[in-house]
């Protein structure tokens, strides 16, 4: 019963006792830590703020995924990629008509001097010096056989038209290390295939906790993506999943921490690659490097990698000729800024070390992941390389 407070000579109304607002400190440690981050650029009331306003509204769950409910396979078109399908619809198409269904795809590139390149996302050295393109390609598509698994179907052979959701919809690609593979497997096994949130896209990432290590379930790559940044403490569908992780049960532990791998990348190389750069150059390799991929000039070097029975020793010997090429790619950065500081330029000098740096990127995207020769090669050659070039700027 709400209890009543009387007043004399007034009417009796119902009390109701507020519940206090949440506030930043009630937050677990790590959870705090990770919305101060995330939003520094607007300052520490802005953030406290948003913990004290998040009861009016709980996070947002990703839309879900177009077409009608039912099986999802991957059919062959004529255009020679595979089309998502469900229940007869092809998930990428828009309408279907007497040519077939009809597909769109947005198509953006960058120019330079040289000529153009695909743009793959990251930071440009000398965004001026860059022109933008873009258009929108218009196809129509007849399915050609029946429908397979996606989960077999390579990602360059597969479609990437219509919404972007539909990205989302095929399988993630197998984790390189077989230790990521086998949580995965056990995510798998006893929890479902799909994200283990919002339960309407494949799940994409292992989710778990950075400061424990303590292995939470798997996620697409939406939720994934915002997850810490809930604000709240609980009644939403993200607080609930941090306060009680679906695979908690499981007792599973993540593989060895970044700060591990590195230091054992710096043993095989014999060397920091990290050491004596720019502090700007290094903020932006280090933040890069833990996505997963160097940006600095908007090449991906782990987008497609070779089926392997990877030990923690084969990943760590791959990262470290990775970081052996980052370094010489590092080294020519440096150079081309310390030619810019001078009072006389030489543009010679500094169009070959772009020229350079562009080469080592190609050669870089040519590394095979199951070659472990040419893995040894390539860290002795460039880290003796980033040597040489960080030498004569000195």
């Not at 990437?160 to 056990?186: D, F, K």
Request: charged share 25%; with cysteine; net charge negative.
């Amino acid at each position: 019963m709400v209890p009543i407070r009387r007043a004399p000579g007034r009417l009796s109304v119902p009390y109701v006792r507020i519940p206090l607002m949440a506030t930043l400190d009630e937050l677990p440690p790590y959870r705090r830590a990770q919305l101060v981050w995330r939003w520094a650029h607007q300052g520490l009331a802005y953030v406290e703020g948003l913990v004290r306003n998040a009861e009016k509204q709980p996070c947002h769950l990703p839309s879900a995924p177009p077409g009608p409910p039912g099986q999802t396979l991957a059919v062959p078109g004529d255009d020679g990629r595979f089309h998502l399908e469900q229940a007869g619809q092809l998930l990428c198409g828009e309408t279907e008509t007497a040519d077939g269904w009809s597909h769109h795809q947005h198509c953006g590139w960058i120019e330079r001097e040289r000529g153009p390149e695909e743009w793959m996302g990251g930071r440009l050295d000398d965004p001026d010096a860059v022109t933008w393109g873009s258009l929108v390609v218009e196809w129509t598509v007849r399915p050609t056989g029946p429908g397979v698994d996606p989960g077999i179907v390579e990602r360059p052979d597969r479609c990437h038209g219509g919404r972007y959701e539909l990205l989302h919809l095929w399988p993630p690609r197998p984790a390189r290390t077989a230790s990521v593979r086998r949580l995965r497997a056990a995510l798998v096994a006893e929890l479902g295939p799909d994200c283990h949130l919002c339960g309407l896209y494949p799940g994409a990432m292992v989710d778990h906790d950075h400061q424990t290590g303590q292995v939470r379930g798997l996620l697409c790559a939406f939720c994934n993506r915002v997850l810490e940044e809930c604000p709240h403490l609980t009644d939403c569908p993200r607080a609930d999943y941090l306060l009680s992780p679906p695979a908690a049960g499981l007792n599973l532990r993540y593989p060895a921490s970044q700060e591990a791998t590195r230091q054992r990348k710096i043993e095989l190389l014999g060397f920091d690659p990290f050491e004596g750069l720019h502090p700007a150059l290094l903020q932006t390799m280090i933040s890069t490097e833990r996505q997963g991929k160097c940006m600095s000039n908007g090449i991906s070097i782990t987008g497609q990698l070779d089926p392997h029975e990877w030990s923690n020793e084969d990943t760590a010997a791959y990262e470290a000729a990775i970081e052996a090429v980052n370094g010489a790619v590092g080294a020519y950065s440096a150079l081309i800024a310390a030619e810019k500081a001078k009072d006389a330029p030489e543009q010679g000098v500094i169009d070959d070390a772009r020229a350079a740096r562009s080469r080592l990127a190609r050669e870089r995207e040519g590394l095979r992941s199951t070659d472990r020769e040419q893995i040894a090669a390539t860290r002795a050659r460039y880290a003796q390389l980033a040597r040489e070039v960080l030498a004569g700027i000195a």
